[in-house]
Structures are given as C-alpha cells and as structure tokens.
C-alpha cells in the first residue's frame, strides 16, 4: 500500500536546517537579515519556539518574501460554531459511525469540526482532536493556525497543500504536519475529501520518539519524512482572504497580494509528510501482546519524561509470530485516552462497528478491548506466522489528559452508536475450578 503519485519534489529529512530556492541565489549570503536582501525580496523570521528555547528544541524559519505578511486588512470574526471548545466528559466508551461529508459546498476550512479536546489554547496546553470534510478547493483563501500544530491524517481524497513554503500532495495512508503559524491552502485533485486532526496548542511541537535499546534505525526513519521545496506565486493586486484559528474561533482579513510569495527560506520550522507505509515495524518474535507505544509514529511530549500530551501511533500491517499468546490488543484500563480512528480496511481489535471514517474513544480507567468475536476468534486460533492489518490502516491519538465531548460530536452529528458497550456484553466466564 503506497501514496498515489506525487508531482512534486521535497526536501528530505526530519528536524533537519534546511536551505530552499525557487531562484538562484535568493538566500541572503552569511547572514539572515541584509540591508537588501537578493531581489528586493523582504525578510521575516518565523518562530515556532521562544528565542531562548534550548538549541535542540529551537524552531525558526527565515523567509523571503514579496510582500511582508503583515500588509492585510484588520481581523473581522467568522462563526463557526462547530470549531468549539464546549464540552462534556463522559466515561462511557463511545463510537462513531463514518462522519458525513455535507451536500452543502463547504472547503477545508469550512468543514472543520471539534470532536474532543483538551485544555485551552490561550494557555499553551492541551489538545483537539477535529474531523474535516470538504467538497469545495480553497479558492484564494488560506489557512493557518495560531493555536498550534496540525497533524492531518487524510481518510478520503488527496489534499494538494499549497503551503508558504512549497507544495505538497498528501494522500490517504500519509500523515501531515503543518506547524502553528504557517500558512496554507487546500484543494481537492479527488473531489471530496474527510479525515482526521490531532491538534497541539502552544510550543510544543511533534518528533519522533527516541528507541532506546531498539537502536539507531527502525520504526519512523527520519530520511521518509519530507518537506516542501520552494516555490512562490507572483501575482500583483489579486484578493485574498487569510483566515486564522485564533482561540479556537475563525477570523478573516483581506489582502490584495497572495501569502504564497516566498522565494526563499531557510530554518528548521516547517511543515512536512509522511508515508504511513514506510514505518519500519518492530515487534514481539517471541511471545506476547506489546504495549501499542513500539508503534509510535509522531509524539508531542509534556514536561514529565516519557508522558506525552498526544502520541499518533499506528497499527501497520506486520507479521504476527508471537507463540502461545493472545495476539489481538489485550483488555485493559489505561490512565491516558484513546482516540482511534480507521483510514481503511478493518481493524484487528474490532470485527464490524468500526468503519472507515468512523471513530471511537476510550477514556482514562474506562476498560476496553477486544469485542466478542474477535476475542472468540483469537482465543480458539491456531498460532502459526500469519500476516496481520494487511489492506488495513487504523491509528490512535493517545493522550495523557481526559478529553471532553463537544455536543455536535456527542448529539448532533448522530453518528454515536449507542449499542456500542454490546460489543463486549457476550463475553462470558470461562472459569473452570
Ligand atoms: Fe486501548
């Protein structure tokens, strides 16, 4: 299973400096801010950290630019009453059947909706989790996020991501990350699309997990994640709306020259994609059920070592040798939150209920696991190497906070199954004295 062809070309490599040109020579030599910088082009520094965040956690791009970003007319406020950090909290396992994608001509923007959350962003901590949807492009619109980092997780249609640092094509099975700040504008090559957010507020920012004993190599190999090259846009006296998510609310200015004019940029703040097909699967040969965290994709670390605010985990196809073992996800009560979301094809853990599109969550201390059937199924299988999850891609956004349940995702959207706790009531006691 591997993306569709992509037109465009990246740079590789994670966490790396990068240096990009869409013209020679456009990168000020020696120094980031020149009297003139090389064609006339303006200066902007774009920060993802404080300037004094310690050097291996330091962020900043410099960009080179026709007009500045700041040449736009006031913020005016938007309603979007589905972009809402309202919530309830509820222990009961929840579920959802696929989220619809409207009839109604809605784009990127538009079709954003709040599931779950987290904490605030006007404090720098927490989380959302957000379903998008949408049937239109964004014609001269674009995007960015004053909260914080999004990681996109398309399900239907490729997004074609014009970004301010380049473009780039992102198909379901890729993931992408597009930081705090960074502005971007998304449409359709495939018609309408739907998928999934994991939104960080603040500072933090996504890397790959360390491997301890696994070693230098396995898992998400830093050379598979890909950033945009270079590329701008020129033209002269031309509207654009630049819309930001700003508290979790939408605000729009106007401008009269595009925000995607910049020729040149150098940093380490930047968005990117990767191929979820690339990850080097590392697992049990010999017995038992690993915990999920050796699937670990993209972590966004809190202040405790070891706890994140949200894991993006994956569960990729693989062999599964394990002998004398239960081999689906064991029954468990976890302390973090679990918010699983299928890309396609059906999920291990759970046979039927749990549909591409769809979602589901698993509290703190509220138990889960397999459902009847696939427990059954597993418990009386013959254990021989079998392959496992092929034509399948489910994921977890794992987090260390209780999450709360906006009213569109918990009511109105009416995708709640509500018989969902039968999946496990069949299971009986196998208890023999
Ligand atoms: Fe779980």
């Not at 222990?91 to 538009?110: G, H, M």
């Not at 998304?186 to 996504?206: M, N």
């Not at 605000?251 to 150098?266: G, I, L, N, S």
């Amino acid at each position: 299973m591997t993306a569709q062809k992509d037109p465009y070309t990246y740079h590789e490599g994670f966490g790396n400096h990068f240096s990009s040109e869409a013209l020679p020579d456009s990168l000020p030599k020696g120094q980031n801010t020149p009297q003139k910088c090389p064609y006339d082009l303006y200066a902007e520094q774009l920060s993802g950290t404080a300037f004094t965040a310690p050097r291996t956690h330091n962020q900043r791009t410099w960009l080179y630019r026709i007009r500045p970003s700041v040449v736009h007319s006031p913020f005016q406020s938007i309603e979007n009453p589905l972009l809402s950090l309202k919530g309830e909290s509820t222990p009961t396992q929840l579920r959802w059947s696929p989220f619809d994608i409207s009839k109604e001509n809605e784009d990127f923007v538009q079709g954003l909706k709040t599931i779950s959350f987290s904490g605030d962003p006007s404090t720098g901590n927490g989380l959302a989790i957000h379903i998008y949807t949408a049937n239109q492009n964004m014609d001269h619109k674009a995007f960015y996020n004053s909260d914080g980092d999004f990681l996109i997780v398309p399900q239907q249609g490729r997004l074609d991501i014009t970004t301010e640092f380049g473009k780039m094509m992102v198909s379901p099975n890729e993931i992408c990350v597009i930081p705090r700040g960074i502005r971007y504008s998304v449409t359709l090559p495939d018609g309408p699309i739907r998928g999934y957010i994991l939104e960080i507020f603040g500072q933090t920012h996504f890397q790959i997990p360390d491997l301890g004993p696994i070693g230098a190599n396995g898992l998400a190999n830093p050379r598979d994640f890909v950033t945009p090259q270079a590329n701008y846009i020129k033209e002269n006296n031309v509207e654009w709306k630049i819309v930001t998510k700003f508290d979790n609310k939408l605000f729009v200015a106007q401008q009269q020259h595009t925000p995607f004019d910049v020729v040149a940029w150098h940093g380490n703040y930047v968005p990117y994609k990767y191929d979820l097909s690339k990850f080097c699967v590392i697992n049990t040969v010999s017995y038992d059920h690993i915990d999920p965290s050796i699937f670990t994709v993209l972590t966004a670390q809190s202040t405790v070592p070891g706890v994140a605010i949200a894991d993006f985990v994956i569960f990729p196809p693989r062999w599964a040798v394990a002998e004398n073992t239960f081999r689906p996800p064991y029954f468990h009560r976890n302390c973090m939150s679990e918010f699983m979301g299928l890309i396609l094809g059906d999920y291990e853990g759970k046979i039927g209920g749990f549909a591409p599109g769809g979602a589901s969550l698993h509290s703190p201390m509220t138990p889960h696991g397999p459902d009847t059937k696939a427990f059954e199924s597993a418990y009386n299988a013959e254990l021989k190497p079998m392959r496992v999850g092929d034509h399948t891609q489910a994921f977890m956004f794992e987090t260390s906070l209780l999450l709360k349940v906006t009213p569109w995702a918990l009511h109105t959207c009416g995708k709640v199954q509500e018989d969902y706790w039968k999946a496990w009531a069949q299971l009986e006691s196998k208890f023999n004295a």
